[in-house]
């Protein structure tokens, strides 16, 4: 296997970099373009940035803090919240973002994928694949930041996703997000082995081992993690940090 991607996830509300834990509870965590600053110098392999108000308030992608930390990103930029049409990715990637992450229209409407995937190629559509345990303990894809239950088992999704263009998934589950518990593996692996294009896995991370399992019990070909680069210590201090590059070569990209 190549080399593992590491990709901090950077959360916004209104312009504001914060932190979830379930998809709830957002604290405020600093300010988002500092926080690529320093991810700049810690040469981070890539980096996902989230609107979680966009969607759920019916507001378009802010295309003005998308350029300004485009503008300061030095790694490939992945941008999601609110993006709704064809002419919402367009501006994104004319903003700078190589990637845009989509959720909810996504799963509403397959055709979006297919024609983003048509115009800008399927390495530049990401889908998000938000996922909880109902009250019977059976997964679930949920939409809406977290808030609208589908009846989507995620396999199912995933599969549809893929067939629609999508390059690639990201996998998170709402049940682990900010526990530092680690990653679903079951979950990662169901999905995994259904698909052919690449999984990332997010939710729950609080160490380098939490990552290697993921790519070695779970399938996953990437992993993401906010909690884990955001947080310091017990008493959740906030403090940027990232693996050292010996520490990931040494730890998670001998995986196979």
Request: aromatic share 6%; with cysteine; proline share 4%.
């Amino acid at each position: 296997m190549g080399r593992i991607r590491v990709i901090p996830v950077l959360l916004l509300e209104q312009g504001r970099l914060v932190k979830t834990i379930r998809f709830r509870k957002p604290s405020y965590v600093g300010d988002p373009v500092n926080a690529v600053k320093i991810f700049n110098e810690k040469e981070v392999d890539e980096i996902i940035v989230v609107d979680i108000s966009a969607t759920p308030n019916g507001t378009p992608p802010d295309y003005r803090m998308a350029r300004e930390i485009a503008g300061e990103c030095f790694m490939p930029l992945c941008y999601g919240g609110g993006v709704r049409s064809l002419e919402h990715a367009r501006q994104l990637f004319q903003a700078g973002a190589e990637k845009v992450a989509i959720n909810t229209a996504a799963l509403e409407n397959p055709k979006l994928v297919e024609s983003i995937a048509l115009e800008y190629g399927s390495q530049s559509v990401v889908v998000s694949l938000d996922v909880k345990k109902n009250m019977w303990g059976q997964y679930r894809v949920c939409t809406q930041s977290g808030r609208k239950e589908l009846g989507d088992d995620p396999k199912t999704a995933a599969l549809r996703m893929e067939s629609a263009g999508a390059g690639e998934l990201m996998l998170t589950s709402i049940d682990r997000d900010g526990t530092f518990e680690g990653y679903d593996t079951g979950l990662l692996a169901a999905v995994c082995h259904a698909v052919r294009i690449p999984v990332i896995a997010c939710g729950g991370a609080a160490s380098i081992a939490h990552m290697r399992a993921a790519v070695r019990d779970g399938g996953a070909s990437a992993t993401a993690a906010g909690s884990m680069f955001v947080y310091k210590g017990v008493h959740r201090a906030v403090l940027i940090s990232y693996p050292a590059q010996q520490d990931l070569t040494a730890q998670l990209f001998d995986v196979i």
